[in-house]
C-alpha cells in the first residue's frame, strides 16, 4: 500500500489500513473443515479420506502463505520508513545543532 500526499491510501483507506493478519474468531479449523464435509455413518475409503486432509491443509498453508507475504511486504514497507525517519532526523539534528552553535557565536562575538 502506497500513501499519497495527503496521508491517505491510494487503494481510499487511511494510513495504517491494511489487511488484518490475525484469523477471525469465526473461521473453522482445519479439523473442522474435514469434519464437516463427512457424512455420520458413511463409510469412506482411506484414499478419500487422505484426499480431504490434503485439500484442507493446503488450503490452510496457502492461507498461512498468504499471511506471511503480507507481513512480509508490510515489515518492508515499514523498514523503508523507518530508514527515511532516520535520515530526516539525523539531518534535523545537524540543522539544529548548526544552530545553537550559530546562536552561541553570536552572543559570544556580542
Not at 7 to 34: C, F, N, T, Y
Amino acid at each position: 500500500m502506497t500513501l499519497d500526499r495527503t496521508g491517505k491510501a491510494q487503494d481510499g483507506g487511511d494510513k495504517g489500513a491494511g489487511p488484518s493478519l490475525q484469523q477471525p474468531g469465526d473461521q473453522p479449523s482445519a479439523v473442522e473443515q474435514i469434519t464437516s464435509g463427512i457424512e455420520e455413518g458413511k463409510q469412506y475409503p482411506g484414499a478419500d479420506v487422505k484426499k480431504m486432509v490434503e485439500d484442507v491443509l493446503s488450503a490452510d498453508g496457502r492461507a498461512q502463505k498468504d499471511r506471511a507475504d503480507v507481513a512480509e511486504a508490510n515489515l518492508t514497507n515499514l523498514t523503508g520508513k523507518h530508514e527515511t525517519l532516520t535520515t530526516q532526523f539525523t539531518t534535523l539534528s545537524g540543522q539544529v545543532r548548526d544552530m545553537v552553535q550559530a546562536k552561541n557565536d553570536a552572543e559570544a562575538n556580542a
